[in-house]
């Protein structure tokens, strides 16, 4: 049984900082390709970062030079370090583990940047 176990959300103030963690269970992690996905009330998913299973980074632009997404193998565990947050980065975020026609999803972590 596959399992993508989000933590790390929470309540953070504007420009602050927050790490996300996902740990995946039932599947071959390091050949997996990995996201960050958010979903903020009354919006469509989107994908804020995503990381290859050979480690290239992608980032939407409004997160980039703020957001790191990285990997550890070793711990089937991919984060994201969140960096000089906004208002608008408040929402659900989601690990995603993709491969080919293999698609898993976590449950999500609820992030709230408020003053």
């Known amino acids: 049984q596959v399992q993508l176990v989000e933590s790390g959300g929470g309540l953070v103030p504007p420009g602050g900082s927050l790490r996300l963690s996902c740990t995946a269970s039932?599947?071959?992690?390091?050949?997996?390709?990995m996201g960050w996905y958010r979903q903020a009330p009354g919006k469509q998913r989107e994908l804020v970062a995503s990381?290859?299973?050979?480690?290239?980074?992608n980032y939407r632009a409004s997160v980039k030079d703020r957001f790191t997404i990285s990997r550890d193998n070793a711990k089937n565990t991919v984060y994201l370090q969140m960096t000089s947050q906004k208002f608008e980065d408040t929402a659900v975020y989601y690990c995603?583990?993709?491969?080919?026609?293999?698609?898993?999803w976590g449950q999500g972590t609820q992030v709230t940047v408020s003053s």
């Open positions: 990381i290859t299973s050979g480690g290239t980074t």
């Open positions: 039932g599947i071959l992690f390091h050949v997996y390709n």
């Open positions: 995603n583990a993709n491969l080919a026609n293999s698609d898993y």
